[in-house]
């Protein structure tokens, strides 16, 4: 099997590229960066059967005549609002497997209406299937799982962690921080009292975590948030929430926010000013006893038995998906997507996000646990449950 990784040699890509080169269904990969010089170094120092090539997403020839020659595309590339949906159109019309780690609301919604056209062209389409999205998917599916019936999910991740890689190939404004700032801004969608709606980004939700206690978290402008209701209508509110171990960033990044809309500072700026203040943070969650949420979370309300419960999926404190890079927590995901199609565990078509029931949670967290490390027991989600009065 051939792949094309799009902006494989970038933060994220390169580690997709450096798992997935192991596999031994892998024949070759071809690095397609912006960068072209970049691609072709990171391709040449990797591996006999890497390649490197300079490819703009946007020219769709150049797109369609370098996937005609690969049986899976990975797109790694940025900002997705602008660049996810037309490479999958791409994939599509040369009927090639696609997945990416798009974590932007609006193209999810929009790759979800090319669902038939997939399925019609054979073509297995994964969006979404990195850190949030992708492990949060799973985890508020396994959430879900232990529920009868489902009316609410939140997925959650913790900011401190969201820090842009060293290495990359890009230059300039980091994408991610572009995405970050795009969706503080305006206003973002969420799924509420059982319709979709648009809200403001930054809103306080408190969330009522099993076990731990009450938390303040933040609505944040992500796909998770559009995509449980799409693949599961029964759901009246479906929500995705950034937290942060700094009190005080909410307020920065509220301020940053207000300078952007009065005019007074532009995104790219803005941008900059959110990679400065991500390299300031810490992931230490230790806080003199302090009880925090965790940092990466699903979380489901519901019946169960006719009770009315909450469910919280995390991972143990000790697991060691928790030390991972925001690079590695991104591309890692994507990687075992690719290897669950090449080993069979993943056959359906059409256009998923993770939690679609595509992907097997048990067969992913014990790929993902190969990914960290070879001789580590498979991880197994930290469920806690609380009745609600």
């Known amino acids: 099997m051939k792949i094309l990784a799009l902006g494989g040699s970038g933060g994220m890509g390169r580690f997709a590229v450096h798992s997935l080169i192991k596999h031994p269904a892998v024949e070759a990969i071809l690095v397609g960066d912006l960068n072209e010089s970049a691609a072709k170094k990171f391709a040449s120092d990797l591996s006999e059967k890497t390649s490197g090539i300079g490819i703009d997403v946007t020219d769709k020839e150049a797109l369609v005549k370098a996937m005609n020659d690969v049986d899976v595309v990975i797109n790694t590339t940025g900002p997705f609002f602008k660049l996810a949906e037309p490479v999958l159109k791409a994939a599509i019309e040369t009927k090639t497997h696609y997945l990416d780690i798009c974590d932007d609301w609006e193209p999810t919604e929009k790759m979800f209406l090319l669902n038939d056209e997939a399925k019609a062209a054979g073509v297995t389409a994964i969006i979404g299937l990195g850190a949030s999205p992708g492990i949060t998917n799973m985890l508020g599916l396994i959430a ?29 404004v980091n994408a991610a921080m572009i995405h970050g700032i795009e969706q503080i801004v305006g206003k973002v969608k969420v799924f509420s009292s059982g319709v979709f709606k648009m809200v403001r ?6 969330v009522d975590y099993p076990q731990l206690g009450i938390f303040k978290a933040n609505i944040f402008g992500h796909p998770e948030a559009v995509s449980f209701p799409h693949h599961y209508p029964e759901i009246k509110e479906s929500f995705n929430l950034m937290h942060s171990n700094d009190d005080s960033l909410i307020s920065v990044l509220k301020l940053i926010r207000f300078f952007i809309e009065i005019r007074l500072l532009s995104k790219n700026m803005a941008a900059r000013i959110l990679t400065w203040l991500e390299g300031k943070q810490t992931s230490d969650l230790e806080k003199a006893g302090v009880e925090m949420l965790p940092s990466v979370y699903g979380y489901a309300e519901g019946i169960k038995n006719d009770k009315k419960i909450s469910v919280a999926a995390t991972f ?18 994507l990687a075992c997507g690719v290897k669950m199609i090449l080993d069979g565990l993943i056959k359906d078509t059409g256009v998923h996000a993770p939690e679609s029931g595509i992907i097997d949670p048990e067969h992913f967290f014990s790929y993902l646990s190969k990914e960290i490390d070879d001789e580590v027991k498979p991880i197994v989600p930290l469920i806690t449950r609380k009745n609600i009065s």
């Open 144 to 172: 879900m799982k232990e529920l009868d019936k489902v009316s609410k999910v939140y997925t959650g991740w913790d900011m401190s962690s969201a820090q842009p890689e060293e290495e990359s190939s890009q230059t300039g």
């Open 316 to 333: 143990y404190t000790e697991a060691s998906v928790d030390e991972l890079s925001m690079g590695e927590a991104t591309a890692y995901p």
């Open 201 to 206: 980004p930054l809103k306080e939700v408190v």
